[in-house]
Nanobody, 128 residues
Framework: QVRLVDSGGELVQAGDSLRLSCKIIGRAGTNYVMGWFRQAPGKERDFIAAIKWNTGTTNFADSVKDRFTISKDNDKNTVYLQMSSLTPEDTAVYYC?????????????????????WGQGTQVTVSA
């Protein structure tokens, strides 16, 4: 059974940086995609970033590509979302997600519907 445990969210000030973590438990092999999404109150769950585990290929939403990075630690089976220059508009619950696939990383993985397993979410609040 695959389980994701995301963490690292907290209250920060505008301009601060923050790193979120997602521990992957029970996932075997390397043919999968890890994604980060966020959901603000009353809004849809939006794609932020994704990484293909076996190749390290990444892609990002246009709204964050100059401020956020995604990375992985194979030994710790953990994926990270490094966020910088945070603004109040970044306030949301952040979720990691995964799906097993042999496909290349493409725009399909920008949809929440593409993913089978989700973390419980971690709250990021950015004060002005």
């Amino acid at each position: 059974q695959v389980r994701l445990v995301d963490s690292g969210g907290e209250l920060v000030q505008a301009g601060d940086s923050l790193r979120l973590s997602c521990k992957i438990i029970g996932r075997a092999g390397t043919n999968y995609v890890m994604g980060w999404f966020r959901q603000a109150p009353g809004k849809e769950r939006d794609f932020i970033a994704a990484i293909k585990w076996n190749t390290g290929t990444t892609n990002f939403a246009d709204s964050v590509k100059d401020r956020f990075t995604i990375s992985k630690d194979n030994d710790k089976n953990t994926v990270y979302l490094q966020m910088s220059s945070l603004t109040p508009e970044d306030t949301a619950v952040y979720y990691c997600a995964t799906v097993r696939t042999v496909a290349d990383l493409n725009a399909y993985y920008h949809s929440a519907n593409a993913y089978h397993y989700w973390g419980q979410g971690t709250q990021v609040t950015v004060s002005a």
